[in-house]
């Protein structure tokens, strides 16, 4: 399974990928490259005002309005509100202490074979420290020990800037 997993991470060519938090633009772009060509990257931000410099950050890049589905409002109230399994790859980027909530969405969105990525799950290297107890530090493991739970999903970790869990959806 481990090995399949990796492939698929490998070769994974999205049509459609959902991320919660635009900021301005930037996690998009590697995401967008990533897509086929006619992919619809959809991202979610509760800060309005982080739309326009994005869409004119993503068009300037090269990626017209139509690949860019940009949708200014609360997470937690715009994910259900997407279609279950329509996504190729959910990836979690918002608001820390919402993350519990980002996973559950994701395994309902994600098809089979989708990938969840969930962004800083190292959290400046106190997750693993069971010592340290900050409010995000604690989620972040919630968030985690529900991936794990949900026994859906084959996943691995990358040790890189915060960490990444990249989990593929069985």
Avoid at 17 to 39: E, I, K, R, V
Avoid at 71 to 100: S, T
């Amino acid at each position: 399974a481990a090995i399949a997993a990796g492939a698929r991470i490998l070769t994974c060519r999205p049509s459609t990928t959902a991320a919660a938090l635009t900021m301005l633009g930037t996690s998009a772009l590697p995401l967008l490259a990533g897509m086929t060509s006619d992919g619809v990257l959809t991202s979610i931000d509760s800060e309005a005002d982080n739309q326009l410099p994005a869409r004119s950050f993503l068009n300037a890049a090269g990626y017209p309005p139509s690949r860019c589905r940009l949708i200014a409002g609360a997470p937690l109230e715009i994910l259900p509100k997407l279609r279950d399994g329509a996504y190729d790859i959910v990836f979690i980027n918002g608001d820390k202490l919402e993350y519990v909530e980002y996973v559950a969405a994701a395994l309902r969105l994600l098809r089979p074979g989708g990938l969840l990525i969930i962004h800083d799950v190292l959290w400046y290297n106190t997750v693993a420290d069971p010592g340290r107890e900050g409010d995000e530090t604690i989620i972040i493991r919630e968030a985690l020990d529900a991936v794990r739970a949900a026994d859906s999903y084959t996943t691995t970790l990358l040790t890189v800037g915060n960490g990444l869990l990249v989990a593929v959806k069985d």
